[in-house]
């Protein structure tokens, strides 16, 4: 039998738009939007569905608006497939919070509560340095290893085969893309962001996350939940708190985290967002691995058919 597995996407997936079609076919999934916005006393919703970009691409504004958005796509796959089973999750750095979420280790309020804090702190660390990201395509790991070592930057995104994203000081990312170039990368391109995401220009963000997180309750999650720093499953609560915090200046270990789960049998992989990034980088793990999405009322439907088949 076939074990399935439910993928959360992360920072950058956002899109003007998005929940508004799913929050436009059912009441019950404009009901999640309108209790987003009782909980943390903004119009969420509205950045969500109305934009403009330069607000929903905010930090503080993302990590909350994909963490519902994802939210609400799981809802509704479960009022469509009642009987809807998985055995794992998993999420993109800031997926992590709702790959907990739907395993029951947090609650949806507190869920949604501490991603929004954490944008904030994030938001605050990225304006009192000055970090970047970049993507380096079709280049080893070794390879781009050893530039990070060379420029002073770190490999803070290990998401597929040939996709790695460095992160650090503006001048230094800068310096790595030259040389991953004269090393033989396809591209080694800076990336839209607001700060060196995945990197110990983070450290100023972890105080806080912390203190938000032990103000908390976490449960052992129900199914097995796969941890970015570790790319094995999260153990008991406070290890979970220990991971969330060392996690945004860690490395997120995505390609590692999909191998443990095939290694395990998994075979069915839902992506529960926002975007197909996490779909496009299980075609470069795993070409055989079924993969599915959940973004909007037409994939939605798609998906339903494809467990109902």
Known sequence: MSKTALLFAGQGAQVVGMGKDLAEGSAAAAGWFERANSVLGYDLASICFNGPETELTKTEHAQP???????????????????????????????????????????????????????????????VTRGTMAAIIG????????????????????????????SGELAKIEQACEQAKAKGARRALPLPVAGAYHSP??????????????????????VTVVSNVTAQPHADPAAIRSRLVEQVTASVRWEESMRYLLAQGFTRFIELGPGTALSGFMKRIDKNAVM????????????????AS
């Not at 009022?79 to 800031?94: D, K, N």
């Not at 070794?142 to 990070?148: L, M």
């Not at 806080?208 to 976490?218: F, K, P, T, V, Y």
């Open 65 to 127: 608006g994909i963490f519902l958005v994802s939210w609400v796509a799981l809802q509704m796959l479960r009022e469509r497939v009642p009987a809807l089973a998985f055995e794992a999750t998993a999420g993109l750095s800031l997926g992590e919070f709702t790959a907990l979420t739907a395993a029951g280790a947090i609650g949806f309020e507190d869920g949604l509560k501490i991603v929004r804090r954490r944008g904030q702190l994030m938001q605050r660390a990225c304006e």
């Open 201 to 222: 220009l983070m450290e100023s963000a972890q105080a806080g996350l912390r203190s938000e997180l032990d103000a908390i309750g976490i449960q052992p999650p129900t």
């Open 139 to 166: 280049l080893e790991e070794t390879v781009t290893r050893e530039i990070c070592a060379q420029t002073g930057v770190v490999l803070a995104n290990l998401n597929c085969p040939g996709q790695l994203v460095i």
């Open 292 to 307: 599915l999405n959940v973004a909007d009322r037409q994939s939605l439907e798609a998906t339903v058919k494809a467990i």
